[in-house]
């Protein structure tokens, strides 16, 4: 049986009433594809573009991220919970720190975002597309959307070769899934799908010639 989505979200800003006058980039893709060095890289390349940048990830640092941080080592949560306090640290997210720096105007990377819940939380038995509907109902919708794309096997070696324990949110199936679910984001008008193959550099170089006209 698939677990049940939360029926009750609190009350919402609807992602049209936001003035996103900045830029919107989200970096996406399974664990060990490389997005966090990505996402400093591209904010690096954009302050020397001459542009204020705010880079972030979820999840968060706050006290919704930290809980979910620490369930990856000490014991996953509930479906249901996971699927709740993955929300409520977007929802805080977007409130205090995303909108406020895309209505000043600045370079807002993101190191994952409502589309790792499409495909984590996808992964776990909810339906990916009501994940979406949920999300959208309070999160921005990106202006980009870079889905770093990696097979799962280069992708786990790449996490050994770094050292990292294979954690409870790293196990192979449900990878594969969550693969396929980033991958079925390809033909929406904002989504890019990125080579992940390669060396940093290259990988970099394809993201900048896919930013650089934005
Ligand atoms: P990750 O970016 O890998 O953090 P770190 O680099 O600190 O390990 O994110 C931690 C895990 O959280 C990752 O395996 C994916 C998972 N995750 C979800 O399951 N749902 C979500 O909505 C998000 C944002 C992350």
Redo the contacts with the bound molecule.
Sequence with gaps: MSPTLPQDTPTVVPSDSLPPHGLFIVIEGI?GTGK?TQAKRLGEWFVSQGREVMLS???TDGPWGKR??ES?ATGRLSPADELQY?LNDRRQHVEETIAPALAAGKVVIL????F??MA??GARGFDPTEIRRLNEEFAPVPDLLLILDLDVDTAHQRIGVRGDATNE??KRESLERCREIFLSLKDEPFARVIDSNGSLDEVSERIRQIVGPV
């Design positions: 664990d966090s990830r979820e999840p979910l941080r990856a993955f190191d994952r975002y409502y790792s819940t984590y939380q949110f790293e």
